[in-house]
């Protein structure tokens, strides 16, 4: 199977500041990734899918790159209602594979 | 509105079986793919299964093969998940979620908490 690893585990960011998740795929992906962001208690909620493909109804403050092995959730400024936790998925795949998942905490 | 509601949860004695249900609604069930994922307590996510629109195609993660069994019916736009021979490690959250053309997951559960525990 294909592992997925995150980095950084936790994030700690202020309102307003730019930040970046990053995830790594074990062998080549193409860009079969999805990011989803779950708050305490709740379902994972999609954010972007096709690694760069943002979900109807997510803000443009939410990006995401990259191809291959190497890819990156960005959120260009930090509001309030963006903490959480995220992880990554790879997907198109007999056996899809989650990331251990990203906490974004207040800093 | 797209809603999938999960039930059947509980507390079960390990090498027991429960059977998890996830209702539908507010779209076309029959037309999608469809998969359950859980969640073990302060832990990450884990695909578990998935299931093919007509339900002849259905796949299994390593950790439920020949325990699990998943199953729709999509004249009733319902998914199932029988869990026999139940372990504690099987504790979880479980989540049905709606499959996209492509594979990822567009629409989930709120969840239902399964307990392995004597």
């Given at each position: 199977d294909i592992q997925m690893t995150q980095s950084p585990s936790t994030l700690s960011a202020a309102v307003g500041e730019r930040v970046t998740i990053t995830c790594r795929a074990s062998?080549?992906?193409?860009?079969w990734l999805a990011w989803y962001q779950q708050k305490p208690g709740k379902a994972p909620k999609l954010v972007?899918?096709?690694?760069s493909n943002l979900e109807n109804g997510?803000?443009?403050?939410f990006s995401g790159s990259g191809s291959g092995t190497e890819f990156t959730l960005t959120i260009s400024s930090l509001q309030p209602d963006d903490f959480a936790i995220y992880y990554c998925q790879h997907y198109n795949t007999y056996s899809p594979t989650f990331g251990q998942g990203t906490k974004v905490e207040i800093k | 509105e797209e809603q999938l509601v999960e039930s059947g949860g509980g507390l079960v004695q390990p090498g027991g079986s429960l059977r998890l249900s996830c209702a539908a609604s507010?779209?076309?069930?029959?037309?999608y793919e469809m998969n359950w994922v859980r969640q073990a307590p302060g832990k990450g996510l884990e695909w578990v299964s998935y299931i093919s629109t007509s339900g002849n195609t259905i796949y299994y993660a390593d950790s439920v093969k020949g325990r699990f069994t998943n199953s729709r019916d999509n004249a009733k736009s319902s998914l199932y998940l029988q869990m026999n021979?139940?372990?504690?490690?099987?504790t979880a959250v479980y989540f049905c979620a709606k499959e996209e053309s492509s594979g990822y997951y567009s629409s989930w559960g709120q969840g239902t908490l399964v307990t392995v525990s004597s």
């Open positions: 062998q080549s992906i193409s860009s972007i899918y096709k690694a997510v803000p443009s403050r | 507010g779209f076309t069930f029959s037309g021979s139940l372990r504690a490690e099987d």
